[in-house]
């Protein structure tokens, strides 16, 4: 979100005269940083205290926590696939195929709309009305930052939400006669429209009703929970499971993620193995069926393997069981 700030402060720049520049970045500035310090403040005391990095494990290459690995931990998968020329063209490239930019399959021409429209207008806007130089200051200026630093879609959603008023103040930054411009108007209200109809989200799977956020249809059976280490392997979300399972058990994860660019001697991942060295206990993996390839693989990270020991837990959030069984070490 920090793309947006910078967006913001010269969306300020560009509403303003030039007289009150300063006053108005200062007052928009202490602004913000008072509200992080009430939204975000004590959780960023807590990181530093515990991990040596206030945004942990984010900007790691900054603060060095032992923690994590030395690096940013940017997600670069999508922009290490595009070429100079990809990123000119981008929002023709995802608008197209949105599986260059997102983890899934949809289809929403609005950033493209608003590209083609207010792309022009930047090269004259700063002639345009003050309120539209602002709308489209504050949209390009993210937007290219974006493209620099992440090329991922959903970082993108304010932008999208927006990109109707970008289209039309970009529209209407453009110097053309007033009969041009309403033929231009009338034609983008039609192709606004059109693309309003083409559009394919996918299934956003919602939980039916219930009494509870999270409900456990078939609790867990574990005969010993105080000495009992649960560790959860998978990808897909599994921890808003715990706080409706036994709660003298620990629960550790030993995902692939929260391992990355660490090592046997680095990081959290020590901090699990001695852990599990010392651990006299039953071991259990708790992951769902979708992981049921991935988690062999974690558990032979730490020297463990699972047991045909397992029975299902069901909860409300997801139509399939997840899995808790049995692990040995290898």
Known sequence: MAIYVL????????????RFWLQAVLVAGIAGLVGAL????????????????????????????????????????????????????????????SWIAAEGEFRDSRLLLAFVTGLPALFVCWRADLRLRTVLVFAALPYGLWLAMYGIYR??????????VVALAGLRAMPPTRAIAARAAAALSLLAAAFTTYVDFPDPMRAPWSANFVEIETPPRLADPARTIV?????????????????????VAVSDW?????????????????????HQGPLYALFGPQDDERTPRVLMRFDLRLTGDCQAVKANLVPWPFRLCRVERS
């Open 231 to 251: 560790l959860l392997p998978g990808d897909r979300p599994t921890a808003f499971m715990i706080p409706h399972l036994p709660s003298q058990a620990r629960f």
């Open 155 to 164: 970082y993108l959603l304010p932008i999208e939400m927006l990109a109707p």
């Open 258 to 278: 929260p391992y990355l660019y660490q090592t046997a001697d680095r990081g959290y991942e020590p901090v699990v193995r001695r852990l599990l060295a010392q």
């Open 38 to 97: 009430l939204g975000g403040g004590w959780w960023s005391w807590y990181l530093w205290r515990e991990f040596a990095n206030p945004f942990f494990p984010h900007f790691n290459d900054l603060f060095l926590s032992p923690m994590a690995g030395a690096t940013d931990f940017r997600d670069l998968k999508f922009l290490e696939k595009l070429d100079f020329a990809d990123r000119l063209i981008f929002p023709f490239l995802f608008t197209a195929d």
């Open 7 to 18: 967006g913001f402060a010269a969306a300020l720049v560009c509403a303003l005269p030039r």
